[in-house]
Nanobody, 118 residues
Framework: QVQLVESGGGLVQPGGSLRLSCAASGFTFSKESMTWLRQAPGKSLERIGD????????YFVDSVKGRFTISRDDAKNTLYLQMNNLKPEDTGVYFC???????????WGQGTQVTVSV
């Protein structure tokens, strides 16, 4: 069955970096667009950006443009989110999913917690 497992989160100081990973299985990863989302405390889920099957990425949150980079390794069935110059407002639980025409279409993983704090 389809499985998405996020990892790589943690506690980091403002200005620091983290790289999140999303290990995918149970489907043909290389053929699917993927998405990263996050949920800050007390807020709704926010779509950060997508990466298409060809590797091109698009970002939907202005505050992460230039700081976050979505990439994929189809040979490893893994999605990545490189986050640089992290800010306290980046704190939240980060999720990956398969991006369908109507939104996320895969099962939800447990997410990975990112906390940006001094």
């Amino acid at each position: 069955q389809v499985q998405l497992v996020e990892s790589g989160g943690g506690l980091v100081q403002p200005g620091g970096s983290l790289r999140l990973s999303c290990a995918a299985s149970g489907f043909t990863f290389s053929k699917e667009s993927m998405t990263w989302l996050r949920q800050a405390p007390g807020k709704s889920l926010e779509r950060i950006g997508d990466i298409m099957s060809g590797g091109s990425a698009i970002y939907f949150v202005d505050s992460v443009k230039g700081r976050f980079t979505i990439s994929r390794d189809d040979a490893k069935n893994t999605l990545y989110l490189q986050m640089n110059n992290l800010k306290p407002e980046d704190t939240g639980v980060y999720f990956c999913n398969i991006q369908g025409g109507l939104g996320p279409m895969g099962p939800w993983g447990q997410g990975t917690q990112v906390t940006v704090s001094v």
